[in-house]
T-cell receptor
Framework: EAGVTQFPSHSVIEKGQTVTLRCDPI?????LYWYRRVMGKEIKFLLH????????ESGMPNNRFLAERTGGTYSTLKVQPAELEDSGVYFC?????????????FGPGTRLTVT | GNSVTQMEGPVTLSEEAFLTINCTYT??????LFWYVQYPGEGLQLLLK?????DKGSNKGFEATYRKETTSFHLEKGSVQVSDSAVYFC????????????FGGGTRLMVKP
């Protein structure tokens, strides 16, 4: 069974440009989460999808970030326009069932560098 | 709100040394507690977890005990190996928070042969 995959693994863009990150969760996992780690600090929650619906987007930093999950399968996170402070590692995770007993499976992350 | 504090690294040990990475948390109610590990070039993997007070999570020789009285979940291993070199993250989650994970800052462990 394939794990959570993320694309690209690394993206370098200039300030003001647009970048779209993609996450493919484990097949059958209804719950999909986005997190990011900025400048070696703690990993912070961005948002949570249940199937195609946004369950919680309280961690989204501002309206330059837009997340979608069309059809409840893969998800995209678009940053437009990118700013320097958006640099960091963006992680995606998925879980089959909602509940703290159930593990969230993480992808390898996308390292975003904004210059 | 919820928060997790863990010791800053890097922690450098010789092979077969004893490891402790401290983790304390602030949360209302009864969170579940986790240790995740990130090996170089890979994603985060769940190392161990504990879902109620006094539970001990264990895996691959690592252990951590959920201590509600001290709000701690320290990670320990009796004899580390070079292959344990990684970044370790302490985290918590609440059922009533959609299971979003709250992480500590991560501790890099380097084990030298």
């Amino acid at each position: 069974e394939a794990g959570v995959t993320q694309f690209p693994s690394h993206s370098v863009i200039e300030k003001g440009q647009t970048v779209t990150l993609r996450c493919d969760p484990i097949s059958g996992h209804d719950n999909l989460y986005w997190y990011r780690r900025v400048m070696g600090k703690e990993i912070k929650f961005l948002l949570h999808f249940v199937k195609e619906s946004k369950q919680d987007e309280s961690g989204m930093p501002n309206n330059r970030f837009l997340a979608e999950r069309t059809g409840g399968t893969y998800s995209t996170l678009k940053v437009q326009p990118a700013e320097l402070e958006d640099s960091g590692v963006y992680f995606c995770a998925s879980s089959q069932v909602l509940g703290s007993f159930y593990e969230q499976y993480f992808g390898p992350g996308t390292r975003l560098t904004v210059t | 709100g919820n928060s997790v504090t863990q010791m800053e690294g890097p922690v450098t040990l010789s092979e077969e040394a004893f490891l402790t990475i401290n983790c304390t948390y602030t949360a209302t109610g009864y969170p579940s507690l986790f240790w995740y590990v990130q090996y170089p070039g890979e994603g985060l993997q769940l190392l161990l977890k504990a879902t109620k007070a006094d539970d001990k999570g264990s895996n691959k020789g690592f252990e951590a005990t959920y201590r509600k009285e001290t709000t701690s979940f320290h990670l320990e291993k009796g004899s580390v190996q070079v292959s344990d070199s990684a970044v370790y993250f302490c985290a918590l989650t609440h059922n009533n928070a959609g299971n979003m994970l709250t992480f500590g800052g991560g501790t890099r462990l380097m084990v030298k042969p």
